[in-house]
């Protein structure tokens, strides 16, 4: 099992940044793409980055130029940089993992439990 905490929700302005963390534990071999999600009151969660163990990267149209992924390897965190906030970013912000491992080898997807992102006018 793969364990993924967020960090660094929170309050903003309108233009302001915010600095997500998501931390892996547990059985964490074999990670592989990691990427963030969010999900907006009454709609459906959506992609909002990814990344590959080789960095990788792909976004989601609307926060190409304002967020970045990144992620560290050795300790088994990914990041969202998030810069130019707009009131539409307001959403809880997933975390997600896919992990293969297994004989026959299986894809497992992990999220994490969510952070607060509120961008206010």
């Known amino acids: 099992q793969v364990q993924l905490v967020e960090s660094g929700g929170g309050l903003v302005q309108v233009g302001g940044s915010l600095r997500l963390s998501c931390v892996a534990s547990g059985s964490i071999f074999s990670i592989g793409q990691m990427g963030w999600y969010r999900q907006a009151p009454g709609k459906e969660r959506d992609l909002v980055a990814t990344i590959t163990t080789g960095g990788n990267t792909n976004y989601v149209d609307s926060v190409k130029g304002r967020f970045t992924i990144s992620r560290d390897n050795a300790k088994n965190t990914v990041y969202l940089q998030m810069n130019s906030l707009q009131p539409e970013d307001t959403a809880v912000y997933y975390c997600?993992?896919?992990?293969?491992?297994?004989?026959?080898?299986?894809?497992?997807?992990?999220w994490g439990q969510g952070t607060q992102v509120t961008v206010s006018a």
């Open positions: 997600r993992a896919e992990q293969t491992r297994g004989l026959p080898p299986r894809q497992h997807i992990y």
